[in-house]
């Protein structure tokens, strides 16, 4: 399957962004010398041009659905983003600890009830028990890494797959 991004294009899309909005960062009013450096901005980046990316795919292969941010999954669970019956968590650099495990197992529980798919997304792991350890929290086939040659590639048929079942089973 031929998509319209690569791993490579992406990271370079994502790492342009972040330039981009630290360049404009500084020319806001309030900019007092220091370079912006936070957190939140470079995650944030990323999960804009992960849904940015998703979204041109989508496009590219004439599915046309809605993508929803800040899913709202039970009283305090979000997920990062909503495409119709599929839920994607993204993270920069992966799953952080183990500890995460049991809050995402939760989160995939909640989402199987409520009629979800719910996928994990990651720009990054290097520490190759956690990926272990988020196959196992979200499933093998649910779980991608943009560092990882063929995942975007997969992680996209993943998502028009559960689309797709999705609109055979309204039929």
Not at 16 to 26: H, M, T, V
Not at 34 to 50: C, H, M, N, Q, Y
Not at 125 to 131: I, K, M, T
Not at 134 to 156: C, E, P, R, V
Request: aromatic share 14%; glycine share 8%.
């Amino acid at each position: 399957m031929s998509t319209i991004f690569t791993s490579k294009k992406i990271w370079a899309l994502y790492e342009q962004s972040c330039a981009d909005g630290i360049r404009r960062l500084k020319k806001i009013p309030v900019f007092c010398g220091a370079d912006p450096e936070f957190r939140g901005l470079s995650g944030w980046v990323f999960e804009k041009t992960i849904r940015f990316c998703l979204e041109m795919e989508l496009k590219a292969a004439k599915v046309k659905i809605p993508i929803a941010e800040q899913f709202k999954l039970g009283s305090r669970a979000k997920a990062d983003l909503c495409i119709g019956p599929v839920l994607v968590e993204l993270k920069l650099s992966g799953f952080f600890s183990g500890d995460a495990s049991e809050k995402y197992r939760r989160y995939r529980a909640q989402a199987a009830r409520d009629g979800y798919s719910y996928l994990f997304f990651s720009g990054m792991e290097s520490h190759l028990p956690y990926r272990g350890i988020a196959k196992k929290t979200f499933g093998a086939n649910n779980t991608f890494y943009l560092d990882s040659s063929k995942d975007w590639q997969n992680f996209i048929r993943r998502v028009k797959d559960l689309l797709e079942r999705c609109d055979e089973s309204s039929i």
